[in-house]
């Protein structure tokens, strides 16, 4: 477990056009894929632990705090400032709800570098999956795009990277489409 107090955010709001339907809710290990999420943040202890998703999603858990997201439609981005800002000075763990296949044991291990960590892959940044120092807080209301916000924190040290290794790929891989779900969807327990 980490030395330092952290707080954790589960970022489920998105519209998922791609998918066709709300992403929080598909079925995962026989509960909605947003409580599957949730229940991997719960289980490292965070001092706070937040959802941020649409009023309209109708998510509540009696042990998280509920931030809604603005009706207009800008991305995660202003959901990851709301949560920051929220948590600080605790440092923030977000984990997406469309990344089923992190695991605790990862987003344990980012929560040892108290200077904060994201990954990178092949696309660029992976501001879904970090943990941000509160002290980027102020960067992010200069910036519209998660990637630039990661570079600019990255450049004045307020942000760590880690270069994501080939194993860890495939567990970065977000549900955005119909066609992710059958090869991504765990298999159902045998009868």
């Known amino acids: 477990m980490p030395n330092v107090p952290f707080a954790a955010a589960l970022i489920a709001g998105g ?65 990851i400032a709301r949560c920051i800002e929220v948590a600080a000075p605790l440092p923030l763990l977000v984990l997406a709800v469309d990344m089923p296949h992190i695991s605790i044991d990862l987003l344990q291990s980012m929560l040892i570098n108290p200077n904060g960590i994201i ?28 990637q630039t916000f990661a570079q600019q924190a990255i450049d004045l040290g307020l942000l760590h990277t880690q270069t994501l290794t080939d194993n860890q790929k495939p567990t970065f891989l977000n549900l955005n489409h119909p066609s992710d779900l059958p090869s991504c969807h765990p298999p159902s327990p045998s009868p």
């Open 15 to 79: 519209l998922s056009r791609r998918m066709g339907h709300d992403k929080a809710f598909i079925p995962w290990d026989d509960q909605p894929l947003w409580q599957h999420q949730l229940a991997k943040l719960r289980s490292l202890n965070p001092q706070k632990l937040l959802i941020s998703c649409r009023q309209n999603q109708l998510i509540a858990s009696p042990d998280a705090l509920i931030l809604h997201d603005p009706i207009e439609d800008l991305g995660p981005l202003p959901a």
């Open 119 to 146: 990954f990178k892959s092949d696309r660029g940044y992976e501001p879904l999956c970090a943990f941000y120092p509160s002290t980027v807080l102020s960067l992010l209301a200069n910036h519209t795009r998660l």
